[in-house]
């Protein structure tokens, strides 16, 4: 073999930009939005589309909207949204009939439920620990204590004043901290290997998964009160609540089932082999690692219950929508349902949109480091 | 060859005795007639083809799998439906994996020290300690805080036995530790098992390393169809290997 033939180069190549066409704003606009005929056209009637609904909803909601005045007549002169309902209104939606010189105990409540969340979920504030326990023990009793009253000189506060978005807050938040750990039990007890356990927990799923969550609570406040012995009678509130954090434990059992066939058998395997009984098994090595593949899932169905709890209406409970609902039909403000759930769709989007992005970092922040094989 | 020539087991003190067990999957006789008593100190690696019931054996030893006739008696504890009696045995018999099943969600240490500290109510500190002991002894102290999917599967492997390591079982149990790994990486497994053999633990290997099997086990277990066939110290097992099944495995997996 003769070298004349042979090439070698002996000097690294130097690194070359990249072509003007493939990185920055143009390379951005070629490759996502103008890289074929039919990716152009889409484009354009997209923009096109925008240009039709865009500029109307923003004169309707912005420009030609009255936000001054204290009645429907401020509003006759502008063609756009009568927001004056909204602001009229406000309290209303947020308090429902709750007595206005009492709605500082739902505040205080609220951000005593702040205090100790913000440490569970943010990774940077300290004291996990402790603030789990407060939310667990401590928190649940003073916020019985807050809303409902009748102790320490706080005036009664009947359920049935509660209403508007705190009355929102209060069924969908116990409805999630109630609904977690049961679904969890019932997903475990599914997969027992104990017959009647497991026997018991397939049929309280099915048969809460099987009816609507509208039944649950029509069943909750019209024919359990039949069943029950003269006398003897529960709020209708905690009924509701009984039946919406049973009815949406059955639905994560499910998710949480999924989870937990998606950890190898031999992670169960490992585990006993070190002696870890079952419980720690469960708590130590396969839930942390179900619950994690799960959280989708999990939010999803936290969701779906947070914008099902407006069914409590037709037990005669107002949530946020209720009270909207109920608003727009007053004599004053007929003709205003637009703004008002709108108004109604944008507070539900808000925390609905909050508890997806939390998600999403929350998966980020548990998936770092940990590349699956 | 000098330690191939080990025939008499290293003591007299039977640790796990097996008499006469049987196993079925529904109508499957997986495990016939399994009689096997293991000596402290005692090194066996148990051989055969795929199907033939070897891991599902080492496997009733910790009651992963369930035996239904027969004994099975581990320090002197029978394994029975007691849930305490097979946690007792379990914390006495570490276990390593074919897929390593180390815990993904945890880093190396505290897949080391999970169990020291859960299972044998061990002080954190002690735990830590002993855990950076092992990772030593396999070394890969310097591994401790990634998480082991960051790892090669080699380096896995040899996680895995330390974490089995600081619970300091009297017997540990491989279940083809190697097969699941690249030619390149079987090596530094081997190495850790031999050093482990060579500090006297009682040990059950599951594998087809037969250079492995000639180096440190004292006696070498061929099973077939659920049937253990033949067992020999390592020298007559491959040179003399009496029974037709026997000599037929070992032309296949040696002849190549």
Redesign the interface.
Known sequence: MSDATATVRTERHPDLPPPATTVGVLGWLRTNLFSSWLNTALTLLGLYLLWLIVPPLLDWAVFSATITGEDRTACEPNPGACWVFIKVQFWQFIYGFYPPDQTWRVNLTFLLFVAGVAPVLIERIPGKKWALFYLLFAFPVIAYVLFVGGVFGLPLVETALWGGLSLTLVVSIIGIVASLPLGILLALGRRSKMPILRMLSVVFIEAWRGVPLISVLFMASVMLPLFLPEGVNFDKLLRALIGVALFSAAYMAEVVRGGLQAV?R??Y?????????YW?TMG??VL??AL?IVIPGIVNTFIGLFKDTTLVAIIGLFDLLGRVHTATTNAAWLGMSTEGYVFAGAVFWVFCFGMSRYSIRLERK?GA????? | MAQAQVVKAPSDDVVIQIVGMHKWYGQFHVLKDINLSVYRGERIVVCGPSGSGKSTMIRCV?R?EEHQRGQIIVEGTELTGD?RQI??I??E???V?Q?F?????LTVMQNLT??PM??RKMPRAEAEATAMRYLERVRIPEQAH?????LSGGQQQRV?IA??LC?NPKIMLFDEPTSALDPEMIKEVLDVMVELAESGMTMICVTHEMAFARRVAHRVIFMDGGEIIEQNDPENFFTHPKSDRTKLFLSQILGH
């Open positions: 190898p031999g992670q395997e490992a585990a006993a082999a070190l002696g870890l009984s720690k130590l090595i942390p690692q994690k548990l480091g940990q590349r699956r094989r | 910790n992963l849930v946690d007792a379990r914390r018999v570490g276990m994996f897929q099943n180390l815990f993904p969600h999970l169990a859960w299972v990634k998480f082991p999917g960051q895995a974490r089995s619970m």
